[in-house]
């Protein structure tokens, strides 16, 4: 049993972790024709405790409970993996990564985010405004103008071959490259 703790404690190679993740597609497509994506989730919520009489929320939300379940297994999932099986090794980064980013200030590493931008004492700060409050709702609208998030359009859109999934995914990755080269360095400087 112990073998197992510590097989689960730590980072799986891609190629485990990888084909496990495609496999959901061909599983959820054969048990019954179901979609990959975690935003969807959002949706169903608001569509089942919002009584407003809006036309996006206006459908059979009680068809995709299944997406419910499976977000709720994510959250308890994450819960105990952080609790329960967490790893004791810190996180590999890169040292030219943490030189990089030492030139900005930010020095923790000792989390799976930096604490010197992610933690709960900068929520109230322009930095914490920028990276936790502006950041989510960029990715929220993000998420919502290009029909679905990261997940669902790289995982089940291109294993599916839809067109759309291929030039989100591909504006994922520029905006991402983008973000990390251009925006995150000035935001840095500007927040410092």
Same mark, same amino acid.
């Given at each position: 049993?112990?073998?197992?703790? *510590? %097989?689960?404690?730590?980072?799986?190679?891609?190629?485990?972790?990888?084909?496990?993740?495609?496999?959901?597609?061909?599983?959820?497509?054969?048990?019954?024709?179901?979609?990959?994506? %975690?935003?969807?989730?959002?949706?169903?919520?608001?569509?089942?405790?919002?009584?407003?009489?809006?036309?996006?929320?206006?459908?059979?939300?009680? $068809? *995709?409970?299944?997406?419910?379940?499976?977000?709720?297994?994510?959250?308890?999932?994450?819960?105990?993996?952080?609790?329960?099986?967490?790893?004791?090794?810190?996180?590999?980064?890169?040292?030219?990564? $943490?030189?990089?980013?030492?030139?900005?200030?930010?020095?923790?590493?000792?989390?799976?985010?930096?604490?010197?931008?992610?933690?709960?004492?900068?929520?109230?700060?322009?930095?914490?405004?920028?990276?936790?409050?502006?950041?989510?709702?960029?990715?929220?609208?993000?998420?919502?103008?290009?029909?679905?998030?990261?997940?669902?359009?790289?995982?089940?859109?291109?294993?599916?071959?839809?067109?759309?999934?291929?030039?989100?995914?591909?504006?994922?990755?520029?905006?991402?490259?983008?973000?990390?080269?251009?925006?995150?360095?000035?935001?840095?400087?500007?927040?410092?």
């Amino acid at each position: 049993m112990s073998d197992l703790i *510590e %097989i689960l404690r730590k980072p799986w190679p891609w190629y485990v972790a990888g084909p496990l993740i495609g496999l959901t597609v061909p599983t959820l497509l054969l048990l019954g024709n179901k979609s990959f994506g %975690i935003s969807s989730s959002l949706r169903h919520i608001c569509a089942a405790v919002i009584p407003a009489d809006i036309s996006f929320f206006k459908y059979n939300w009680r $068809k *995709e409970t299944w997406n419910l379940f499976f977000v709720a297994g994510i959250a308890l999932g994450g819960f105990l993996a952080t609790f329960f099986l967490s790893n004791p090794e810190p996180v590999a980064i890169s040292a030219n990564t $943490k030189f990089t980013l030492a030139s900005f200030g930010i020095t923790d590493f000792s989390g799976l985010m930096p604490a010197d931008l992610f933690s709960i004492d900068y929520i109230f700060s322009p930095k914490g405004f920028i990276f936790l409050v502006l950041g989510g709702f960029l990715v929220g609208f993000g998420t919502r103008y290009a029909g679905g998030c990261t997940s669902g359009h790289s995982i089940m859109g291109l294993a599916s071959l839809q067109w759309p999934s291929l030039v989100a995914t591909i504006c994922f990755m520029a905006g991402g490259f983008a973000c990390t080269h251009l925006v995150l360095p000035f935001l840095l400087e500007l927040v410092r």
